[in-house]
């Protein structure tokens, strides 16, 4: 299986930071990489998907990039509705794997 | 809207069994590939299993192979678990979760997941 190793587990920030997620794949994934946010007692909710393309109603501030083996999710203005956990994929192989996740939390 | 809900969850011996169902709503199931993933109490996120839209591919994580069965009803709009000789460590959230791309062979992305279920494996 393809490993997955998300950076930092926690990120204690404050509302406005700019925040950037780093994912790192055991193998090259070419864009076949989507970040997924997660708040306490919900579903995981898609975010963005082949790297950078955002799904519709997310807002704008949350941003992709990356290719092969390291990627980033960046939020560049936190916002108080963005705390959660967030969960790198990759979906090149027919073993979907994800990476342990990130949870961001107010300093 | 697009909906997915779950049931069947709840609390069984270890060594027995449970079959999970989602309901879906608002797209046509049978153009979508499906897809099973869990989350332990306090731990990440990991995919179970994978039914292709017309239900001739199947796929299961190492974890649960020889013991889950994914299936799906395009008739009911609905896609099962059944799990069998269930261990401790298959305690966790179920949540079901739908392809984005349609009449794909994939792999992709999970567009839209359910609420989840919580199964508990426990004597």
């Known amino acids: 299986d393809i490993q997955m190793t998300q950076s930092p587990s926690t990120l204690s920030v404050s509302v406005g930071d700019r925040v950037t997620i780093t994912c790192r794949a055991s193998?090259?994934?070419?864009?076949?990489l989507a970040w997924y946010q997660q708040k306490p007692g919900k579903a995981p909710k898609l975010l963005i998907y082949?790297?950078?393309s955002l799904q519709s109603g997310v807002p704008s501030r949350f941003s992709g990039s990356g290719s092969g083996t390291e990627f980033t999710l960046t939020i560049s203005s936190l916002q108080p509705d963005d705390l959660a956990t967030y969960y790198c994929?990759?979906?090149?192989?027919?073993?979907?794997?994800f990476g342990q996740g990130t949870k961001v939390e107010i300093k | 809207q697009v909906q997915l809900v779950e049931s069947g969850g709840g609390v069984v011996q270890p060594g027995g069994s449970l079959r999970l169902s989602c309901e879906v709503s608002?797209?046509?199931?049978?153009?979508?590939?499906m897809h099973w993933v869990r989350q332990a109490p306090g731990k990440g996120l990991e995919w179970v299993a994978v039914?292709?839209?017309?239900?001739?591919?199947?796929n299961y994580a190492e974890s649960v192979k020889g013991r889950f069965t994914i299936s799906r009803d395009s008739s009911k709009n609905t896609l099962s678990l059944q799990m069998n000789s269930l261990r401790d460590e298959d305690t966790a959230v179920y949540y079901c979760?739908?392809?984005?791309?349609?009449?794909?062979?994939?792999?992709?992305?999970?567009?839209?997941w359910g609420q989840g279920n919580l199964v508990t494996v426990s004597s």
């Open positions: 082949k790297v950078s």
């Open positions: 994929q990759q979906y090149k192989s027919y073993s979907w794997t």
């Open positions: 979760a739908r392809d984005g791309v349609g009449f794909s062979y994939g792999p992709n992305y999970f567009e839209y």
């Open positions: 193998q090259t994934i070419s864009t076949w």
């Open positions: 608002g797209f046509t199931f049978s153009d979508y590939a």
């Open positions: 039914i292709s839209f017309d239900g001739r591919s199947k």
